[in-house]
T-cell receptor, first 116, second 118 residues
């Protein structure tokens, strides 16, 4: 089954304790992104990756890191989480394909993070 | 200026009735795509429908259709024959062609919460 998986789905942590949210897709997609969703703000892009070893900042990258060592995986790292990073996080992937901006983004199930 | 504007924070509709969710967008790029996603209470993002800026016809997918008015920069989602399972948050999103080289970033609106009643 074609899918984007994220782990963990729920996480409660404390300020300053490093954490990693994993993301994996089995569709051989080149593009992967991380978004955060906050009430009244919709989804905002944190980081994105065009392919292996190619990553760049999105709209709200402060406090986050990413890596893309393999095509299928795109982990999100919070080196020193703070309460303002409490949010719902989504990983997404899409083909680079000839459709260009037509290519649909497929989202993972989301990770609910609470930083105390 | 907001790139995607959804002015209806919440909507109610009776079962079996049609409902229109509004979305206006702002771009100077002649090539862009508009997407609608559904987010039920369980939280996942479900792709519903896509409209390209050069598409001649309005997109349709089953009970979903997109009322695309390019000159007015609006892309309203129409759900026909509403069902209780349609109760969810709905997001309008846009990808501009200039962002194709930036891993296809989607810019989202703030969403509309739809509640279907008996």
């Amino acid at each position: 089954e074609a899918q984007v998986t994220q782990n963990p789905r729920y996480l409660i942590t404390v300020t300053g304790k490093k954490l990693t949210v994993t993301c994996s897709q089995n569709m051989n997609h080149e593009y992967m992104s991380w978004y955060r969703q906050d009430p009244g703000l919709g989804l905002r892009q944190i980081y994105y990756s065009m392919n292996v070893e190619v990553t760049d900042k999105g709209d709200v990258p402060e406090g986050y890191k990413v890596s893309r060592k393999e095509k299928r995986n795109f982990p999100l790292i919070l080196e020193s989480p703070s309460p303002n990073q409490t949010s719902l996080y989504f990983c997404a992937s899409s083909l680079r394909g000839t459709g260009g901006f037509r290519e649909t983004q497929y989202f993972g199930p989301g990770t609910r993070l609470l930083v105390l | 200026a907001q790139k995607i504007t959804q002015t209806q924070p919440g909507m109610f509709v009776q079962e079996k009735e049609a409902v229109t969710l509004d979305c206006t967008y702002d771009t100077s790029d002649p090539s862009y795509g508009l997407f609608w996603y559904k987010q039920p209470s369980s939280g996942e993002m479900i792709f519903l429908i896509y409209q390209g800026s050069y598409d001649q016809q309005n997109a349709t997918e089953g009970r979903y259709s997109l009322n695309f008015q390019k000159a007015r920069k609006s892309a309203n989602l129409v759900i026909s024959a509403s069902q209780l399972g349609d109760s969810a948050m709905y997001f309008c999103a846009m990808r501009e062609a200039i962002n194709t080289g930036t891993a296809s970033k989607l810019t989202f609106g703030t969403g509309t919460r739809l509640q279907v009643t008996l």
